[in-house]
């Protein structure tokens, strides 16, 4: 069983930036993929940027493509998402979610939510315009 919890989540203006982190538990973060979705009310849970167990494969949204980034620090158990030029309509509860490791190469990522085995309770975001 795999326990995650994100932090870094908060009130930011428009334009500004801010740092999720996702803590995992256990020995065999290195070898689970990571994701980040989030849900804003009233809509569905999207996807929003996933990494691989190794690191060398990122893929993001085409929403956030080139103002998010998505990394991790296999040594902290720890994944992270850089959140820069925030829009009112990144508002939202962020989730960080895990998936156990199935893939021998490192370089893939998974973007659908059913991908995924384990996830966290929520950060939320709030982009004031």
């Known amino acids: 069983q795999v326990q995650l919890v994100e932090s870094g989540g908060g009130l930011v203006q428009a334009g500004g930036s801010l740092r999720l982190s996702c803590a995992a538990s256990?020995?065999?973060?290195?070898?689970?993929?990571m994701g980040w979705f989030r849900q804003a009310p009233g809509k569905e849970r999207e996807f929003v940027a996933a990494?691989?167990?190794?690191?060398?494969?990122?893929g993001y949204a085409d929403s956030v493509k080139g103002r998010f980034t998505i990394s991790r620090d296999n040594a902290k158990n720890t994944v992270y998402l850089q959140m820069n030029s925030l829009k009112p309509e990144d508002t939202a509860v962020y989730y960080c979610?895990?998936?156990?490791?199935?893939?021998?190469?490192?370089?893939?990522?998974?973007?659908?939510?059913?991908?995924?085995?384990?996830w966290g309770q929520g950060t939320q975001v709030t982009v004031s315009s």
């Open positions: 979610a895990a998936r156990r490791g199935t893939d021998f190469s490192g370089r893939t990522y998974y973007t659908g939510g059913p991908d995924y085995d384990y």
């Open positions: 990494i691989s167990w190794s690191g060398g494969s990122t």
């Open positions: 256990g020995r065999t973060f290195s070898t689970y993929a």
